[in-house]
């Protein structure tokens, strides 16, 4: 199961661990992320629905270090058909592509802001004697999470919450478990150019650098504002 990480996150693509708001021993959110998801959580329990996070913030160097276990081949790597490859049989923009299409650039990912969760429900998952794996399957038809996933689409908008990823748009894959404070996630998108990503590549120890800068702004289209395949 994912798991948040309390290190600090980069100044340019969230605020100091020290604005947000820790909800329990593990995840952190952005204040007003905090106050509608606790109001959202209330009202899916009164219709008999659990919500439970999977993943909320994420500091840069914890998704560099997913980055780089990815690109060494130490983190299996997926076609978007979610049939497995090995990194050592791709070529580096192939490998480029394969992570990013479930997994974001270091200093890109929408969990550095805290504006941004994955959700699944754990007493379905543990009735159905699952360990969470955050794949679809789970999320539609008679999954497990499936009803939370309907109670959702239904009301999240309620509470300023949306769907950054509900639909595969040939950009990032589908992810029908994030769900994204809109108005507060927008905020951090907008300062999120492709300069201060840029820069932000420039300066980490991330494989497959030269690679990634070269490929860019493709790759900020595609993965980070997720405007898909031209």
Not at 59 to 73: D, F, H, T
Not at 127 to 138: F, N, P
Not at 168 to 179: C, R, V
Request: proline letters at 5%; a negative charge.
């Amino acid at each position: 199961m994912p798991k948040s990480d309390p290190s600090a996150p980069s100044k340019a693509t969230t605020e100091n661990i020290n604005h947000l708001i820790q909800i329990d021993d593990k995840h952190w959110l952005h204040p007003a992320t905090h106050e509608a998801f606790l109001a959202m959580r209330q009202a899916a329990k009164n219709d008999g629905i659990c919500i439970d996070i999977a993943s909320s913030y994420r500091s840069v160097e914890r998704q560099l270090a997913i980055w780089n276990a990815k690109w060494e081949g130490k983190r299996m790597l997926y076609q978007r058909d979610m049939t497995p490859v090995n990194a050592h049989d791709l070529s580096d923009e192939e490998k480029l592509h394969c992570i990013l299409t479930f997994s974001a650039l270091p200093a890109a990912s929408r969990h550095h802001w805290g504006t941004d969760l994955d959700v699944y429900d754990a007493q379905a998952m543990a009735k159905a004697g699952l360990d969470l794996e955050l794949v679809e399957s789970e999320y539609i038809g008679d999954g497990p999470c499936a009803p939370l996933h309907h109670w959702l689409l239904e009301h999240a908008n309620t509470f300023g919450f949306s769907f950054p990823y509900a639909e595969d748009k040939g950009g990032i894959a589908k992810e029908p478990w994030h769900i994204s404070h809109t108005i507060e996630a927008q905020r951090y998108m907008a300062a999120l150019t492709l300069t201060e990503l840029e820069k932000h590549i420039q300066n980490m120890p991330i494989l497959g650098k030269e690679s990634i800068l070269q490929h860019l702004p493709l790759i900020y289209r595609q993965y980070v504002l997720n405007e898909g395949i031209e």
